[in-house]
Nanobody
Framework: VQLVESGGGLVQPGGSLRLSCAASGLTFSSYFMSWYRQTAGKERELVATISSTGGSTNYADSVKGRFTISRDNAKNTVYLQMNSLKPEDTAVYYC??????????WGQGTQVTVSS
């Protein structure tokens, strides 16, 4: 199983980025997909989750109204559209695939830096 994130980078406050996570080696449409983020010295934080069909989403309070999670099951890809970015959004963002406590996987992470 591979989860490969892309789309991170440096952006100014107020800007936007779109992260992508391409999955392979699993039945993508059977997995809940999530984005997490982590900064040095802190625990990994759940940012957003989308159900296997895409019909249900949940967000951390800190990103509600600014971030949107979506998925394309035909392309085995999940996205995170991040708007109105703030310096406190700076983190390594990780993609997670979850079907059960046995079948769950992580990507390698992509760095997002929000700075002027």
């Amino acid at each position: 199983v591979q989860l490969v994130e892309s789309g991170g980078g440096l952006v100014q406050p107020g800007g936007s980025l779109r992260l992508s996570c391409a999955a392979s080696g699993l039945t993508f449409s059977s997995y809940f997909m999530s984005w997490y983020r982590q900064t040095a010295g802190k625990e990994r934080e759940l940012v957003a989750t989308i159900s296997s069909t895409g019909g249900s989403t949940n967000y951390a309070d800190s990103v509600k109204g600014r971030f949107t999670i979506s998925r394309d099951n035909a392309k085995n890809t999940v996205y995170l559209q991040m708007n109105s970015l703030k310096p406190e959004d700076t983190a390594v963002y990780y993609c997670n695939a979850y079907a059960s406590t046995v079948y769950h996987y992580w990507g390698q992470g992509t760095q997002v830096t929000v700075s002027s």
